[in-house]
């Protein structure tokens, strides 16, 4: 099986389930994620937008989300936006599950697998902005293939994202961020938008903080923000 293959089946993440679910967690599973999920198996509407039930402005996709911190922040802050959230880990999506039913928001939609197959199935030069934020940095240099910013997944959000739209990625690990940073400025459709050192040493101002992003400042690592902008 090729490396392409091997990342397609789950290789750019590792475990899926965790602790135990709640009893209120795996009911959601049941009620509340099958009206929520975006069904990739079929033909993807021309404009995403027409996933959610109100009009949105635009739509936005988070690859990765965690415990659904940022997504949640961004959608409750952002009404008119849709978002795409993609989360193959179970406990994280039982943690977004339950704060978009206390919030009774409207304006997400998730993915419970693979952030490539929603990548691909997304028409071509419809969504304005990807966050990747604090992805699995696998730092032992043997799985560094399995890496999310790769060759192919850069063509993934160049062809999804609209000229003009932004790839948001964020990570603790220097050696992932100098990765990401090498990979998207040698590649022709994206340009780094940093200006000033600050740039990248802070979080561009609507942040929402995520509990890695707080683990790694406890621990000591300081993280990196970098923003490039489709061309």
Request: glycine share 8%; aromatic share 10%; net charge positive.
């Given at each position: 099986?090729?490396?392409?293959?091997?990342?397609?089946?789950?290789?750019?993440?590792?475990?899926?389930?965790?602790?135990?679910?709640?009893?209120?967690?795996?009911?959601?599973?049941?009620?509340?994620?099958?009206?929520?999920?975006?069904?990739?198996?079929?033909?993807?509407?021309?404009?995403?937008?027409?996933?959610?039930?109100?009009?949105?402005?635009?739509?936005?996709?988070?690859?990765?989300?965690?415990?659904?911190?940022?997504?949640?922040?961004?959608?409750?802050?952002?009404?008119?936006?849709?978002?795409?959230?993609?989360?193959?880990?179970?406990?994280?999506?039982?943690?977004?599950?339950?704060?978009?039913?206390?919030?009774?928001?409207?304006?997400?939609?998730?993915?419970?697998?693979?952030?490539?197959?929603?990548?691909?199935?997304?028409?071509?030069?419809?969504?304005?902005?990807?966050?990747?934020?604090?992805?699995?940095?696998?730092?032992?240099?043997?799985?560094?293939?399995?890496?999310?910013?790769?060759?192919?997944?850069?063509?993934?959000?160049?062809?999804?994202?609209?000229?003009?739209?932004?790839?948001?990625?964020?990570?603790?690990?220097?050696?992932?961020?100098?990765?990401?940073?090498?990979?998207?400025t040698h590649a022709e459709d994206f340009m780094w938008t940093a200006a000033r050192?600050?740039?990248?040493?802070?979080?561009?101002?609507?942040?929402?903080?995520?509990?890695?992003?707080?683990?790694?400042?406890?621990?000591?690592?300081?993280?990196?923000?970098?923003?490039?902008?489709?061309?």
């Open positions: 099986m090729s490396d392409e293959q091997n990342q397609r089946h789950g290789a750019f993440f590792g475990r899926r389930i965790g602790h135990p679910l709640r009893a209120r967690q795996a009911g959601l599973f049941e009620t509340l994620l099958p009206r929520l999920a975006v069904d990739v198996s079929k033909p993807a509407p021309e404009n995403p937008g027409t996933l959610f039930p109100s009009a949105v402005d635009d739509v936005h996709v988070e690859i990765g989300f965690g415990g659904a911190e940022h997504l949640m922040g961004r959608a409750t802050a952002n009404p008119r936006i849709g978002f795409i959230g993609a989360e193959p880990f179970v406990n994280g999506m039982a943690k977004a599950l339950a704060a978009i039913d206390d919030a009774k928001l409207t304006n997400v939609r998730l993915h419970h697998a693979d952030a490539v197959e929603l990548l691909d199935w997304l028409p071509a030069a419809s969504i304005g902005r990807i966050d990747l934020l604090y992805p699995d940095p696998w730092p032992k240099r043997r799985h560094w293939k399995r890496r999310f910013v790769t060759e192919g997944n850069i063509a993934r959000l160049a062809r999804a994202l609209r000229p003009g739209g932004e790839f948001r990625f964020a990570s603790d690990w220097p050696n992932y961020a100098e990765w990401a940073l090498a990979r998207l050192a600050d740039d990248w040493r802070k979080p561009w101002p609507e942040f929402s903080g995520t509990r890695y992003e707080a683990k790694a400042k406890r621990e000591g690592r300081v993280p990196c923000y970098l923003i490039f902008r489709r061309r």
